[in-house]
């Protein structure tokens, strides 16, 4: 089996509809991309209770050229865990993840696998997106070219914290333990506690080319309409 370059990890809770779309459109991308056989889609399910169980159940029916993972932790364990629980369990080098509603464009895979191989030695990579629809404003200004921020005064100078998009965010895997990353549950952005922890010893790769679009209203708004 060839090894994962890339998982993208999804973390949800009662949102299959979401989930569905995301699956469907991820699946397209994928599929078409050169990088498949390196690429793990996975999916940690945080104990929902509408028909995600079905959506999934039906999409590891279909026939893939990627590795298609499913976890659905036994108990709601939150989402700072359910985080940390997608690393945890999944088997690439680095680990995207994922909102399970943010739209990832075409060139998007490709784009990133070409970027991981090309800069193997990073410890995390951001990237860029669009924060509203109308792809009129981005995180970072955009370019094609990659950026290498070599500590965290650089990252920061470049990204200003726009790493607070989960989506943004790439880990490599072996740089975080399982207390890494349980260890600022309940703070807030504990993933941006990851990527400081990282940057004490790795460069971090900054993907300045908009590799995905941001999607409203997303998941807290939802969590409040359903309330």
Request: aromatic share 12%.
């Amino acid at each position: 089996m060839q090894k994962i370059l890339l998982s993208i990890a999804i973390p949800t809770f009662n949102r299959s509809q979401k989930l569905q779309s995301q699956l469907d459109s991820l699946n397209k991308v994928i599929s078409k991309s050169r990088f498949n056989k390196s690429i793990e889609l996975l999916v940690s399910d945080n104990f929902s209770d509408d028909s995600t169980s079905e959506v999934l159940n039906n999409f590891l029916a279909l026939e893939k050229n990627y590795l298609f993972t499913v976890n659905k932790n036994s108990e709601n364990l939150g989402a700072d865990r359910n985080f940390g629980i997608t690393i945890i369990k999944s088997s690439g080098k680095f680990v995207w993840i994922l909102s399970d509603d943010d739209l990832v464009h075409s060139s998007a895979i490709n784009f990133i696998c070409e970027s991981l191989v090309d800069n193997k030695e990073v410890g995390f990579c951001f990237v860029n997106h669009y924060v509203n629809e109308e792809k009129n404003f981005s995180a970072i200004i955009p370019s094609d070219e990659n950026y290498i921020a070599r500590n965290y005064e650089e990252f920061i100078s470049k990204v200003m914290f726009a790493e607070s998009m989960i989506s943004s965010c790439i880990f490599k895997k072996s740089l975080l333990s399982k207390e890494d990353l349980l260890k600022y549950v309940g703070e807030g952005y504990l993933y941006m506690y990851w990527v400081a922890k990282i940057m004490q010893s790795k460069s971090a790769l900054v993907i300045q080319k908009t590799l995905f679009t941001v999607i409203h209203p997303g998941v807290k708004e939802t969590r409040q309409a359903s309330k």
